[in-house]
């Protein structure tokens, strides 16, 4: 037998061999690595949502909230609109099923078979948090899960099967061709150049020790010659720069995701004090709206403390403030009960809106309750000032209906989300009149267009506020009456129509009447001594009953 047949005879098997094995390690080294960060990127997934859903709960929590269907509800809003920002692919899906293994949230349309039913009701019971394979949908998939208490929601963020383990299986395959390629190879070299082939293939047999010693990616095979031996070699650099590639955009992604969304969460905590949390989720989703505004039809609503000047300086400073946020904790959570948004703080004085950023059709009514419950309100916070020895507040609302400009107004430096317009401005110089009439409520008669028939109302004078000449009727309104109240109310109603229809001397029958069952009902006295003047000295005939008044 020739020596060259004999270093084949004795070298090839050494040689394949030597290069399966190094292929094999290489293989489950490159493989291991892989599988481990897809399962961590999908468990980081997974822990971001779970650490989202506890935020968005704790937030509940601090706002004394969790008992508020609407607000538990825009937390699920949320929670769905967040998972659905966490997909990187149309394969990817997170499912939530309740106690009952029912689908409560989705991120695609597909729901799960029937057959299936019966493994995702055990899932559920269950509550794996390891890494499963359950089938939803139709589709085998790879999924981590979580359960949440709050909603009582098992929460699973998956990813389709083969989608999940494509690299595993191309890293296989190229493993498996390359490994193949070099067992041929390493043949065929043998027989034609035995003595050549030795040196280049225990350089790779070296080099691939390296990399799996090290688990270097970046480690490469020296190409020496341009022949089969060093395409191999660079077949094998190919594959390894290709897998540092694939891993370092992996680790980049995933820092990347992290920083991302502490931002986002940081962010959205700190502006949710100042802006309401939906103006907050549209900017995200469509930052180019910032600095658009829009014509809304709204309620815009005042409210001050009277005299608060005079309560100021009998207070020191310490006092005054505890009481002032005491004061304000209180007519905010009024007001955001009721679906409004606090525009701002003006001393004392708190505006507020109903209907932006997000409308609902009983916005109107709303803002009414919320003026109504704000003056029942200082009722119980003034028996707290009392028991501290404090003074008492007493306040004044004011209710407007109509069309305001609503958006962020200022500059890039400094803007406010708020609504202008002339609309506001009525609204401001209604709280002024609560004053004048002695009343703790007045709303516009737009507003009062919307709420009749659902809330008792009190037509009290026709006015032209500062600055304009056309008048408006101005009401104050009720959540119910008694018996007394509704025949007062009633009266007073029927005699402001004979008033404003010139019909004075039935006017003043009827508020005699009135002041006999409530004599100190300032609003009728008012009234009732224009009325008696207007018998004697009848007004103009351009007269149209309007008060106007200079000072508000």
Known sequence: MKIRAKVVLVVLPIVVVSVVMVGVSSYLA?????????????????????????????????????????????????????????LRSQTEAVFAFDSNGELVMATEDNEPLAEERADIQSLVAARPTELI???VAGIQRVAKGFYFPPYD??????????????????????????????????????IAFAGTLT????????????????????????????????????????MTEELERAYGQIKSYALQAVVARKKESKIRNIFQKYVPQELIDRYYANPESMLVGENRVLSVLFSDIRSFTSISEAMNPDDLV????????????????????????????IMAFFGAPVKHDDDAYQSVLAGIEMCNGITSFNESQRAAGKPEFQIGVGINYGVVTVGNIGTDKK???????????LASRLEGLTKYYQVPLLISQSLQQRIEGRLPTRLLDVVAVKGKTTGVRIYTAARELSAAQERVWELHNQAMEHY?????????????????????????????????????????????????????
Do not use: C
């Open 30 to 86: 490159a493989t291991t690595g892989i599988t481990r960060v897809a399962h961590e990127f999908l468990e980081f997934k997974t822990t971001e949502l779970e650490r989202y859903a506890a935020g968005q709960w704790q937030l509940l929590i601090e706002n004394e909230l969790t008992d508020t269907p609407e607000m538990v509800e825009a937390t699920k809003l949320g929670l769905e609109s967040y998972a659905l920002g966490m």
């Open 133 to 135: 394979t359950p089938t």
């Open 153 to 190: 929601w098992y929460i699973l963020h998956t990813e389709q099967f083969d989608v999940f383990y494509h690299d595993l299986q191309r890293i296989t395959s190229r493993t498996a061709a390359i490994l193949g390629i070099a067992t041929l190879l390493a043949v065929l070299f043998l």
């Open 199 to 238: 040196r280049p293939l225990q350089n790779v047999v070296s080099s691939m020790r390296s990399i799996i010693a090290s688990n270097d990616l970046s480690e490469r095979v020296p190409v020496q010659y341009r022949d089969e031996t060093g395409e191999l070699a660079h077949t094998f650099n190919v």
């Open 322 to 349: 505890q009481s002032l946020n005491h004061y304000f904790s209180v007519m905010v959570d009024i007001i955001m009960n009721r679906g409004g948004v606090i525009d701002k703080y003006i001393g004392d004085a």
């Open 415 to 425: 803007m406010d989300y708020t609504v202008i317009g002339d609309m506001v401005n």
């Open 500 to 552: 404003l229809d010139r019909q004075f001397t039935a006017a003043t029958s009827l508020f005699t009447q009135l002041l006999r069952l409530e004599p100190e009902d300032a609003a009728a006295k008012r009234i009732f001594a224009r009325a008696e003047r207007f018998q004697k000295q009848p007004p103009p005939a351009e007269w149209g009953g309007v008060e106007v008044m200079e000072t508000k």
